[in-house]
């Protein structure tokens, strides 16, 4: 895989440091050891053999270079990548269904992860280990199932099905889409653009942060903020009153700390937020990322011959996952880190 984005004249510092390399790397080792026989990733009741934990677990090995034709977690990479494959339904929605453990009711969501870390390592996926025609085949169909279930606000929800729409799952899928449309899957024009819209619906005048859905106005939140800015930049539209909004919304992550744990997805907010921090560089990414990477350092729990992060609300595999990848940003291994 080639880092991707602009020249190295233009990128920001890395601002890594040899102890977040190191625990970037043993939380890589320690989703290594999580993997089941089918490929598999993910802990307790809800996300046992989840599509998205798979995924994102699956990001956290690229992201350091590790994909199914080479690195040193290329065997846990194409397994990851058979068992999403494996697990397409015929409509085109990723989701093991064969399993008694993962409900359908966050359906969209492993869809989206699943269909963007296919797209992210499409180029890795060749003979002998996989049929390159059939899983591009497959990420169309994936695609299609994203574009058929954008709803009448432009965005979507939980389920295929919904009638309204969250900024998380739409991030989500936006993210999928772009880098979808960036392996050469067809995107529809319009898509991108109506779920931008529905995004910025969803922008907070007062403070620059963003609320959960469009018509509940509940106030803005740190890790929904951050993954709406980062989708704002992702989605590529240079247009200059999205730009200011993006302005406004770093603004309000930059706010935001110290964290004081990241609200109720800190995990989830510090990936997308050092993903926004990055994409700005400048004074907003020397601000961000030191105190950051600091504190996921602090907060890894040795487990030998790797480290994790805990999540009590989704799985450790999750957490560990989303910290590997925040801590990788600087990398920029993975094309959705470009700038």
Known sequence: MNPAG?????????????????????????????????????????YRRNVGVTALCGLAWASGGSVPTGGPHAENAAAAARFLLDSQQPDGLFFAADSPDTPPDGSMYGHGFATLYLCEILGELTEPQFDPD?????????????????????????VPTSADADISVTVCQIAALR?????????????????VAYVRSCRNPADGGFFYQADRREGSRFARSAAAVSALRTAGLNDPAV????????RYLLSQRPLRGGGAYPHYGRFYATRAAWQAGGDTWAAWFPPMR??????????????????????????????????????????????
Do not use: C, H
């Not at 890395?14 to 598999?40: E, H, I, K, N």
């Not at 880098?179 to 779920?195: E, H, L, R, W």
């Not at 730009?243 to 770093?250: F, M, Q, S, V």
């Not at 487990?303 to 560990?320: K, Q």
């Open 179 to 195: 880098s979808a449309k960036d392996a050469g899957i067809p995107v529809p024009g319009g898509v991108v653009p109506a779920a």
């Open 6 to 46: 602009a020249s190295a004249d233009d990128l920001p510092p890395r601002l890594t440091t040899p102890q977040s390399v190191a625990a970037a790397d043993a939380g890589a080792r320690w989703l290594a050891l999580r993997q089941r026989p089918d490929g598999s990733i993910g802990s307790g009741r809800r």
């Open 243 to 250: 730009e200011a909004e993006i302005a406004d919304g770093l």
């Open 134 to 158: 059939a899983a591009r085949a497959a990420l169309v169909r994936a695609v299609r199932r994203i574009t058929d279930s954008q709803n009448a606000a432009g965005g979507w929800r939980y």
């Open 294 to 339: 600091d504190e996921l350092v602090r907060t890894a729990i040795p487990d030998a011959p790797g480290v994790f992060w805990r999540s009590s609300l989704i799985s450790d595999e999750y957490a560990t996952a989303m910290s590997v990848l925040a801590l990788r940003v600087p990398a920029r291994l993975l094309p959705i880190y470009r700038r």
